[in-house]
Each structure stands twice: as C-alpha cells, then as structure tokens.
C-alpha cells in the first residue's frame, strides 16, 4: 500500500465507531468467557485498539490498567477523546506502536485482547510473538476472520486467498492455537449484525463524505471501489466466513 492510500484509508475509518466488525456485546461476552478473575487487578493490552470501541467495554467492565496500542496516532487520539468522555481515561494507556514491536516485559500481562487486527501481522505469527507476553495462566482473546463451512464458491476462495492468504477454518484455527502453546478456552462466530448493522452500513453512509470531498481523486475512488467490492462480497457470501472469536489460555508448558 503507499503511503497515499494508507492516509486515505485511516482519515477514512477514523470516523467509525469502530473500525472491523463487532459489538459492545460480543466484546462483554468474550470478556466472560476468559473465565478471568474480574474482581482483581490486572494488566491488559488491546492491539490494533483503532478508535477503542472494545476499550471502552474493556475499560468498563475490568479493575486495573489498558495498554492501547495501535500503529496510527489518528486512531489513538479518537480513543483518548472517548476515554476522556466516559470518564475512562485514569485505566486506560494509549501507545503509538507496531504489534510487531510490543512495549511489553515477558510475562506482564494477564489479558492480551485484539479484535479484528491480528491478521495484519499473521495470526499464527501473533499467536507466537505475543505468548511471551502473557503470564502463566494469562488468557488471548482475538478475532479472526475464518471460513465457517467446509466449502465455498469460487469466487469468495479466490478473493480471500489473494487478501489474506491464512484465512482458515475454525477446527485449522484451534489447532494453531494449541501447536502455539495456548489451550482453547472457548470460540463463537460474530453475528451478521456485527458485520451489517456496526460495520459496513456506517461504512456505506459515509462513502459519498469522502467522495464529496475528494471528487477527482483517483486513489479515493480506488479506495471507495475495494471498500464496496469487499461489501458486496460479504453480502452475497455471508454464510461462508466471519470473525470468530477465539479465546484461549496460555498453557503451562516449557515452551515460552
Ligand atoms: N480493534 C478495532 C480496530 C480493528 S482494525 C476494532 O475492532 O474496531 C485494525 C487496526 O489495526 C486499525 O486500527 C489499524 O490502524 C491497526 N493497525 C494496522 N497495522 C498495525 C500495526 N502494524 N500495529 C498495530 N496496529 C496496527
């Protein structure tokens, strides 16, 4: 991507109230189902935290402190306004980094939380990179885009193939998990909604903004063509693939 179209798409999804499918719900859920102590004091990061919709949820819902990494400050900024406004901020860290570069010490965390955003490094290289960080007992909640039926139509494979060539099945997903050292603790699909109702519909309303202001941009209109070609594909192919969560404990083991 140059660096034209990556400020395209960041002014672009900097407006969202999140910025990958998901819900406040769905967030609280997979929270519960860490089977996380929530009474105690505990050390959390969320990377790829983009404008903090699960930060909030996160920051609400836990005692204890937040890292929020995200690898643009524009995202970061949006976060720390709505920290701010919900009265949040005191729990909640925000830090400008690459998930590949963590600000973390070995076995600082209790929590590592990343919704829609490890795929950008690889989930099986996050699944690696990340376990050190996490304490003994320590839990990994990620959503990961995943195919939900055994078969799919051309189309769809060759689309998912080409833009993110480790898309893979539930049953693939929890065998990574465990080569890599983490027990599954729980997993569960996102809904449609969370793809419709909070992602792509406020998507799609605020198309035209950035056309308007833009009206002869040809990276713009490239732009506003992938992100309506990756709707439409959803929308006819919904059956096939969504995010899952996946939540999983690092388990004991000699490997660190
Ligand atoms: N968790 C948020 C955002 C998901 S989108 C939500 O669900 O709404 C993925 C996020 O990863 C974006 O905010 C993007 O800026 C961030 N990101 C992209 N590359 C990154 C990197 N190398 N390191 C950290 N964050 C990155």
Redesign the pocket.
């Known amino acids: 991507m140059t660096d034209r179209e990556l400020e395209i798409l960041?002014d672009f999804?900097k407006d969202g109230q999140?910025?990958?499918p998901?819900s406040d719900k769905i967030t609280e859920q997979a929270l519960k189902l860490t089977e996380i102590d929530l009474n105690r004091s505990l050390k959390v990061a969320d990377?790829?935290?983009?404008?903090g919709?699960?930060t909030m949820i996160l920051a609400k819902m836990i005692i204890g402190e937040i890292t929020a990494?995200?690898?643009?400050p524009e995202?970061l900024e949006k976060l720390d306004i709505r920290a701010l406004q919900n009265k949040l901020h005191k729990k909640i860290k925000t830090v400008a980094?690459?998930?590949?570069q963590l600000p973390f010490q070995e076995q600082e965390l209790d929590l590592i939380w990343?919704?829609?955003?490890i795929y950008?490094?690889g989930f099986e290289k996050g699944l690696k990179e990340w376990r050190k960080y996490l304490k003994t007992g320590g839990v990994l909640a990620v959503s990961e885009i995943s195919w939900i039926t055994d078969n799919r139509p051309n189309e769809i494979q060759k689309y998912w193939d080409q833009a993110y060539p480790e898309m893979d099945s539930i049953p693939n997903k929890l065998s990574q998990l465990k080569k890599n050292g983490y027990t599954p603790l729980a997993h569960f699909v996102l809904p449609q909604a969370c793809w419709l109702d909070n992602y792509y519909d406020p998507i799609e309303e605020r198309l035209p903004n950035i056309k308007r202001k833009n009206p002869k941009n040809k990276d713009v209109d490239a732009f506003i063509i992938q992100e309506q070609e990756e709707i439409r594909l959803y929308k006819k192919y919904k059956e096939y693939y969504s995010y899952v969560f996946y939540i999983a404990r690092k388990t004991k083991a000699e490997m660190n």
């Open positions: 960041v999804h999140r910025q990958g998901g990377i790829g935290c983009g404008s919709a699960q990494i995200d690898l643009f995202f980094c690459s998930m590949d990343s919704e829609g955003a950008i490094m």
